[in-house]
Structure formats: C-alpha cells, structure tokens
C-alpha cells in the first residue's frame, strides 16, 4: 500500500499524463497573469474530537443536526463510524491536487470499549490507514499520562497490560502528534514536535499544534504530571516566526480550543466577521500572528466553518467539524508559488456530513470485526435495564436524566460507612461522555432496554476512582457558586446532584448569585454553613477540577471504588427486565431565566 507521500507523488505523475480530465489551454493574458501570480492547489480534509468512536456513536452522539432542505426543518441524521469516515475522506481527496489530512486533538480518549479496552490502539491503527497525517494533541490525549501518549507516538507493548496478541506489537503512530505548548517543567522542551513540515507541489508547508492551556483544569493531576501548558497565541507565534526564518510561509494551526457558534446546525454561516461564534478561539484567532493562513480547531464537539479577523482585521478561515467522526471539513485553498505563502481569499471551507448510506470500507470493517471480537466477551455482558432512552450527552437542559442517574450511583455507592459515608454526590456534565439508547443498535428487538457493559462504560470511560470528602455547609454552597463563577463564569458547568439535594439557579443574574441561597435543602433541610457533610465525586471532580477549588479543600478523603464500578453496580441493582429503569424526572435544579447547551 502507497505511504501518504507516495500516494501523492504517485497522483501527481498521473495527472501528469492528462489522465483525469481534459487540458484546458489558457488564453494569452491568463497565461501572462498566470506567469505574475502562479499559484498550486492544496486540500485539506479535517477532523477533530474522535474519541475512539470506530463503531458508529449511538443515541444523540451519533446524529448530526441539519436544515432538512425539503421541509426546511431542522432534523437529526444519523453520521459517524469509522467505516463510514473512510469512504466519505477517501472520496473526497482531489486526485490531481495535494491532499493533506489533519486533526485537532482529542483522536482518543474517552473512548468506547471496542478502543479503550485496547489503550486506544485500534484508533491510531484506523487514524493510520485513513491516511491522518499529522495532528495536534488534545487534552484527553492525556488522559493516561504523558508516557502513554509518547507510547501512540512510537509504538511498543503497554507496560502494565503487554501486547494484545501473540508475536504482534503495536507500532504506534505513522501520523505526526504536535505539542507545541507542551513541555517538560524541568527541560523546558516541548513534549513532541511543535510542528511539521511538508511540501505540496513543491511550496513548504507548515502545520503548529497546540492544545488549551487550560488542559491541567481539565485532566487527572497524574496524566499531567511534570508539564507545563503554555499560551496558545504566544506559542503559535512562536513557531510561525521559526516557521518563517526557515523559508515556510504557508502555515497552519491545528488548536485543540474552540467555540461555540449561534446554531447547532451543522452547516450554520457564522458571517464574514465572524459575529455568529463566540467562545475561547475568537479571542485566540483575533491574536494569532497574520502569517497562519488558517486556522483548524476542536475541543468544544461544535461544527463551523468562519472566519474571523486576524490582527490585521483580514478574515482568515477558522473551523471544527463537531465531534466522534460525524463530520469532516474541507479547505481548499492556493498556495503562491513565488511567495510560498496561502493565498487568504482563496481560503474556502465546508462541512460535510458522514452519512451512513454511503458504502462501507471494506479494510476499516475488517478492524472494527477484528477488535469488537477481541472485546465482545466483556462487552457484551448485561448489567442492567432500561425504560427509555436516558439522555446524557445528548440533552441540552443543565439537568440531565443520565447525570442524574449517575449522581444517584455515586451516593448509593459511598453512602454506607464503611464505604465513606456519603450525605450527597455531584458528578460533573463533561465526564458523561454519552446515551443509555433504549433501542439495541444491532436492531434485534429482544434486546431494547438491556444496557451492556460497553454502553455503560462509552456514558464512563474514565473509571475515575470515587472519592469521598467532608466539606462545611459554608463550602457545599462554594462548590454550588464555583458552578458559575471563578473560571466558570463564562460557561457555566452545572454538577450534575443526588436525589436528596434540590436548588434554584436564576440565570438573570450573574456569576455566584446564580445560586439562591435561601433555595438550597439537602434532605429537605438548609444547608447548614457550620456543619459537615460528607461529599461523593469522582477524583477529577474531588481535586479541583473543572473549576471547583471547594472540592480539593475537602478532608478526611477515603478512596472508593471506580465510577463505572458504582454505576454498573446501581443498574444491576435497581432494574430489571421486569421492571427497568425510569428516566429521572429533572426536578433537582429549578431553573428561572434561559437555560444553555453548557458542556
């Protein structure tokens, strides 16, 4: 099989020969003006946030929304899946043009059982053969450490779990991870290459990649322990001005940072200037040295194409292609020959859905058989029952019925004493990573409502160890505040609470008085600010992550068992064929004033 470097040198040599289509002789002034302002094609096929998903997202993770153009009504298509990603990617390339394929981040991590049991190496196996050539790290790249990562990279055994076959190690990694603002606390030097050089049609080209400083907000304190994450712009200015003094003037960011556009349409128009999108990448692109020709962006699991102004106020390109190969975007753009630089409005980009109708590809399907085998004997075991879909991922309200769920394992789980003697549980939104779909994806009727394991562990993926803190009553309303201010005033992430605890959040107001004080009963009754409570989360939440410093002043820590343990635990025991589980009601949060899609 042809290496991505010799698949393009073989499509120039046949395009060469005139075999795609027929010559077009120029008129004597395009030929002049073509001689002052020679320009080559490049394509770039983009993808971001793949998390793993080989088998095609179940429940909301696995639709894309759209404008359906006949009723002009929006609608849910079903999109996603290895197989699928493959042929709608390979169909795309532009033959007779350089194509080059790249990623901003997250390729694996939070991944589903089929990609996770196996530490994410059929992911980078499939990335391999879809012909990736070069991405930026996300944070979840890190969710297993730095070494696990440098092991993606470069391949071997894992070092607890060993090879997964007899006489076969993984390689690692063809593709290039970049980690430009990544580096070593003690050296200083980045953690993987800042950035790739490559040529199309003899113009250098170079792609910097970067992940959200904000990344040790967001991960396990030991999967970045020892690294220092640095300031996107800064750093993307950097290596654009070493990019440059090496003769590479077309240049391209791959930012594991995003926004959040107006619609959740997939195809929305974000305007000229960029007014329709708002979030941590408008500030990022507005600052992000004019020498970037385009900028490829992920982290949020939203889709756009826009653009928005550099320094310059000149609009550059800026795009995402939402989450778990659902999408992918195309940019075509021309290259000056003379200047080697991206000629800006010759930037165009365009989302395109991975529809499941188009023909399966064959060599991804033999992947996906291979590994879903391997895993099916653990995947595949019931562990419980369901009434209805339980939406998690998939729900937009700040009150989740999954979270719910999952809050209602967590105190159920740690609520005996010997097992830390939980009063109340919090569990936060961005950890549940998916739906318990009532319908069974295999379309066998006699298995709706039975949830396996591996749907079980792509809603947990993390298996976080359980933690149980005592906190003050005066604390317990701190975390509450932390919900909507500090580091989450701008996007609020609402915990996800046990039955026994109800509040009222009024979304007029801003930062901590969201919360109404005299609104917060546990068990019916006041918090009380000189009382302790002994407070279940998973051990991201219970360090201080995602913005909740109230947690990490906790005491008396006693370390349970793992969050998928305790879910797996609560389905078995509360449903059964005979009577399965309801969805919760959502009644625990009163909301007062608009509600948000906050993840």
């Not at 937009?396 to 009063?423: F, T």
Request: contains cysteine; proline residues 6%.
């Amino acid at each position: 099989m042809l290496t991505v470097r010799s698949r393009r040198t073989a499509l120039a040599v046949v395009a060469a020969a005139g075999l795609f289509g027929t010559v077009v002789v120029p008129t004597a002034a395009q030929a002049a003006d073509a001689k002052r302002h020679k320009t080559v094609n490049l394509q770039l096929l983009a993808i971001n946030d793949f998390h793993g998903n080989l088998e095609p997202p179940a429940g909301s993770s696995g639709t894309i929304k759209e404008i359906d153009p006949a009723t002009g009504k929006e609608v849910a298509t079903p999109a996603g899946g290895i197989e699928y990603l493959a042929t709608e990617l390979r169909k795309a390339r532009v033959p007779a043009d350089d194509s080059i394929t790249v990623a901003a981040g997250d390729i694996i991590g939070a991944s589903p059982l089929t990609s996770a049991l196996f530490h994410d190496e059929p992911t980078i196996e499939a990335m391999d053969k879809l012909g990736l050539d070069v991405t930026s790290v996300g944070n979840h790249e890190f969710d297993e450490g730095a070494q696990e990562l440098r092991r993606m990279q470069d391949g071997g055994c894992h070092p607890t779990d060993g090879c997964y076959e007899a006489g076969r190690t993984f390689k690692g990694a063809n593709f290039n991870y970049l980690s430009a603002n990544v580096t070593d606390e003690k050296t200083g030097k980045p953690l993987l290459a800042p950035y790739w050089i490559t040529k199309s049609q003899g113009v250098k080209v170079g792609f910097i990649g970067v992940t959200l400083e904000g990344t040790p907000n967001i991960v396990t304190a030991e999967g970045v322990k020892g690294l220092k994450f640095a300031n996107e712009v800064t750093t993307i200015n950097k290596y654009a001005a070493e990019l440059k003094a090496k003769g590479v003037n077309s240049i391209v960011a791959l930012i594991h940072e995003g926004g959040y556009p107006a619609s959740t349409v997939y195809n929305y128009d974000c305007g000229a200037a960029g007014q329709g999108i708002s979030g941590p990448i408008v500030d990022i692109a507005k600052k992000i040295d004019p020498a970037v020709g385009a900028i490829v962006t992920g982290h949020t699991h939203n889709a756009y194409a826009c653009s928005i102004p550099d320094p310059n106020g000149v609009p550059r390109s800026v795009t995402s292609a939402a989450s778990f190969g659902r999408l992918f975007t195309e940019i075509n753009m021309k290259l000056d020959k003379t200047t080697g630089e991206i000629v800006r409005p010759s930037v165009k980009a365009e989302n395109h859905v991975v529809h499941r109708t188009v023909e399966k590809a064959p060599d991804m399907t033999a992947l996906v058989d291979h590994y879903s085998k391997l895993a099916a004997p653990i995947a595949n075991r019931p562990i419980g029952y369901i009434a209805s879909d339980i939406n998690g991922r998939g729900n937009n309200d700040l009150e989740k019925p999954l979270g719910d769920v999952i809050a209602d394992a967590q105190l159920a789980g740690l609520a005996p004493a010997d097992k830390g003697g939980a009063q109340v549980a919090f569990m936060n939104p961005g950890g549940i990573r998916s739906d318990l779909v009532y319908k069974d994806p295999s379309g066998d009727p006699k298995l709706n409502g039975v949830v396996t394991y591996g749907e079980a562990f792509t809603v947990q993926p993390f298996t976080n160890m359980m933690q149980v803190k005592t906190l003050t009553g005066a604390q317990l309303i701190q975390l509450l505040q932390q919900q909507v201010s500090g580091s989450n005033a701008a996007a609020p992430k609402i915990l996800q609470v046990s039955s026994n605890l109800h509040y009222t959040l009024d979304m007029r107001k801003t930062g901590a008085d969201r919360v109404v004080l005299d609104s917060v009963r546990l068990n019916g009754a006041p918090v009380d600010p000189a009382a302790k409570y002994r407070v279940a989360a998973n051990e991201f939440l219970a360090g201080g992550g995602d913005g909740f410093p109230a947690f990490a002043a906790g005491t008396d820590k006693l370390v349970g068992a793992s969050d998928l343990d305790v879910f797996t635990a609560y389905l078995g025991a509360h449903s059964s064929a005979a009577a399965p589980l309801q969805a919760p009601a959502q009644d625990r949060i009163k909301i007062i004033g608009p509600g948000s899609d906050i993840d």
